[in-house]
């Protein structure tokens, strides 16, 4: 059922087994729903603003990920990270009430919200089921069997898209995703063990953002510099489905088949990163991949073709899952355990921030400037901001490699 498990060490086995059967269905799920949700959005008739609001939701739920990182660190991780996520999964059954753009979109909204929620629990999780030196290559495996279930489900979606309605697509394609959290579930996560209902916690506030990243100063100089990138990247996201649509014209089987592209070159970047950030370190591989992200903007500035979009596929494909990792393993290897899911509810938090904002920047840039020029204006800041990244990241390679070297001789 798993490709990868003799690659993992025999104590990390089971809780991979597991995590990896979920990531094939979890990725059987987002090839049949999720990748498809802004090339429906804009067929439906959804307007520029209605594209960038799509673009938020996702951000929009991020931006209570403080709360629940707060809500859920004196709760069992497991049970609520299934009831966020398995909730969000149902709300696409939903779909088939859907026949407007705004009623999509409301959907789309509380998914990301309720999916969003469990993301703190999530990492907490994934700390503590793998060790710092095979964490980055545990997740990568997995996530490069999510992959390849997913280019198989992409294609598949885009020819069912083609043929039947989404409003029934995306509720079969739902089935998958709880699917995926049973076998999730069934991973032991020994601190929920020790968890008491009567066990007490500091009053919510925000203003702990603040006091966390004043205490921080690494952390605070990374996520300065990481909002920038992803203001970049934010304000062309509502834009290349406009583009592809609208400029382009293509099909649903087309764009199920870039998805496909996509997909297999996210298993591949997962292969490589993995192994990559096990052996330099997080924030090399970080700043490597935001050079790799800045040629997308690029790609869209210059096509006049599918096969511009094609190479920027390729580039956005082979960089992200090398994103994802990176992100997750400098957090978790700079937070202590007691600390990991206020980290990633700071992270989210921003990323949610500029996520309610970028996406509307890049609309109006575009009805001000043009979609191309816009597109220059994003590569810009990605640019910028990996230069930056370079330079925080040589000023802390030794310490980082130091504090993992440290945790593993513990």
């Not at 990868?4 to 269905?25: E, H, V």
């Not at 951000?59 to 069992?76: D, E, N, P």
């Not at 280019?151 to 699917?179: E, K, N």
Request: hydrophobic content about 50%; overall charge positive; aromatic content about 16%.
């Amino acid at each position: 059922m798993v490709f990868f498990d003799r690659r993992i060490p025999a104590g990390l086995r089971t809780a991979y087994n597991y995590d990896s059967l979920g990531g094939i269905l979890y990725g059987l799920f987002y090839g049949l729903t999720v990748a498809f949700f802004p090339i429906i959005a804009r067929k439906l008739g959804a307007s520029s603003g209605q594209m960038a609001f799509l673009t938020s939701t996702s951000l929009i739920g991020a931006l209570f990920t403080f709360f629940w990182a707060h809500y859920s660190s004196t709760r069992k991780k497991m049970p609520f990270v299934v009831r966020m996520k398995g909730t969000a999964r149902i709300l696409l059954f939903f779909m088939v009430l859907a026949v407007n753009p705004w009623m999509f979109i409301f959907l789309v909204l509380l998914y990301w919200i309720f999916e969003m929620a469990g993301s703190p629990a999530y990492t907490g999780i994934m700390k503590e089921i793998y060790s710092d030196e095979h964490r980055g290559k545990a997740m990568g495996y997995v996530r490069v069997e999510m992959a390849m279930a997913m280019i198989g489900s992409s294609w598949l979606g885009g020819f069912l898209l083609d043929r039947f309605s989404y409003r029934y697509v995306f509720p079969v394609g739902a089935i998958f995703g709880l699917l995926a959290l049973l076998s999730f579930r069934r991973i032991r996560v020994e601190s929920d063990d020790n968890v008491t209902l009567n066990q007490q916690k500091e009053v919510f506030s925000l203003l702990e953002i603040g006091r966390i990243l004043k205490r921080d100063r690494r952390f605070l100089h990374y996520s300065v510099i990481f909002f920038a990138f992803g203001f970049g990247n934010l304000i062309i996201m509502p834009l290349c489905p406009i583009f592809l649509v609208d400029s382009l014209h293509i099909s649903n089987a087309l764009a199920g088949r870039l998805a496909s592209l996509f997909s297999f070159c996210w298993l591949l970047s997962y292969l490589f990163w993995g192994e990559f950030i096990d052996r330099h370190n997080p924030l090399k591989a970080l700043w490597l991949v935001m050079l790799m992200v800045s040629f997308v903007p690029a790609l869209y500035f210059l096509a006049n073709n599918v096969w511009f979009i094609v190479v920027a596929t390729i580039f956005l494909g082979l960089s992200s899952g090398g994103l994802e990792l990176s992100r997750t393993n400098y957090i978790t290897r700079i937070a202590g355990h007691e600390q990991i899911q206020s980290y990633w509810g700071v992270d989210y938090t921003l990323m949610g921030l500029r996520g309610i904002i970028a996406p509307f920047v890049g609309v109006s840039l575009m009805h001000l400037i043009g979609i191309k020029p816009t597109f220059l204006v994003g590569f810009g800041l990605i640019f910028c901001s990996f230069i930056f990244m370079r330079r925080f990241a040589q000023g802390e390679g030794k310490d980082l490699s130091l504090l993992s070297s440290a945790k593993s001789g513990y």
